[in-house]
Nanobody, 124 residues
Framework: QVQLVESGGGSVQAGGSLRLSCAVSGFRYSRNIMGWFRQAPGNEREWVTAIFTGGGTGRYADSVKGRFTISGDNAKNTVYLQMNSLKPEDTAMYYC?????????????????WGQGTQVTVSS
């Protein structure tokens, strides 16, 4: 059974930081795309960042570039999202997702597995 479990969400003031974690089990972690998406109430699910677990650097949406960093720990089957300089517009439910390497990293429909999400709230 494939499971993606997010943690680390919470409430912070603007300018603060949070680190999200996504623990993966039930499938071969080492050759996948791991992505983070977010969805605010009334909005569509938005791609934030993704990384290939086989190596390389992450890719980022323009809205978070320079503030967010994605990383992975293959030994722990876990992907992280370090979020710095948070803004109120970063407020959303954040979802971890896993997909095949050949998929489009920024497209939610190309991901096969999803976590339940963790809420991030940034106050001004």
């Amino acid at each position: 059974q494939v499971q993606l479990v997010e943690s680390g969400g919470g409430s912070v003031q603007a300018g603060g930081s949070l680190r999200l974690s996504c623990a993966v089990s039930g499938f071969r972690y080492s050759r996948n795309i791991m992505g983070w998406f977010r969805q605010a109430p009334g909005n569509e699910r938005e791609w934030v960042t993704a990384i290939f677990t086989g190596g390389g650097t992450g890719r980022y949406a323009d809205s978070v570039k320079g503030r967010f960093t994605i990383s992975g720990d293959n030994a722990k089957n876990t992907v992280y999202l370090q979020m710095n300089s948070l803004k109120p517009e970063d407020t959303a439910m954040y979802y971890c997702a896993a997909g095949d390497y050949g998929g489009r990293w920024y497209m939610a429909r190309d991901y096969n597995y999803w976590g339940q999400g963790t809420q991030v709230t940034v106050s001004s």
